[in-house]
């Protein structure tokens, strides 16, 4: 397991992002390196393209970025063995991740689909465990909405769900976040 690893959850707009910020600040206080920001936003219209771009102006100037819609584990493992001044990684976010997964690979099968994005979370996981890194990790929390009419749209809630409790499981620390609030929901004094 990675020294750190924070779990940041909630609904769309709570605050996660802002909150995750505040985190991987507060880890790179203890670890005294840089922060890499992984992004995983795809700006495939002009509202995205300005949604990332204040998310961007938001962040320390310092901080480095990737941006990698899919292959994060691969692409992260490969940026941390070029730099060894990385002490804190951020991941915003894991939902739109998992939704990219699945938009990569929508013509495949269900049972393909649930491979992929499980292997790709294993990788993940496996990843951080061997980690020097803190992480924060930042989500939605899918088990407060509504099911999904499509069957793409539940099997992505389904799949995050997976994913989030596999995340929450090696966590040293999970937040929810509601309406700008965090609350804590495990701590490494309460393991």
């Known amino acids: 397991m990675s020294p750190r690893l924070c779990l940041v959850l909630g609904g769309v707009r709570s605050g996660k992002s ?13 670890v005294g390196q840089t922060t890499l920001y992984v992004a995983t936003g795809v700006a495939f219209d002009k509202e995205m393209k300005d949604r990332i771009l204040r998310h961007k102006e938001s962040r320390p100037q310092e901080w480095r970025t990737l941006e990698e819609p899919v292959k994060l584990a691969d692409e992260i493992s490969s940026f941390l063995q070029k730099s060894e001044s990385t002490g804190v990684v951020i991941i915003d976010s894991i939902d ?75 966590a040293t620390e999970v937040y929810l976040i509601v309406a700008g609030i965090p609350v804590k929901l495990k701590s490494a004094s309460t393991e």
């Open 96 to 170: 739109v991740w998992v939704a990219n997964l699945l938009m990569e690979h929508q013509t495949e099968d269900r049972h393909t689909q649930e491979k992929i994005v499980i292997g790709e979370a294993g990788k993940l996981l496996r990843l951080m465990a061997g980690a020097s890194q803190a992480f924060v990790l930042v989500s939605s929390e899918v088990g407060l909405s509504l099911v999904s009419p499509e069957p793409l749209g539940r099997r992505f809630q389904d799949l995050l769900g997976t994913v989030n409790q596999w995340i929450a499981s090696t």
């Open 18 to 30: 802002a909150f995750a910020e505040s985190k991987a600040l507060e880890f790179n206080q203890t």
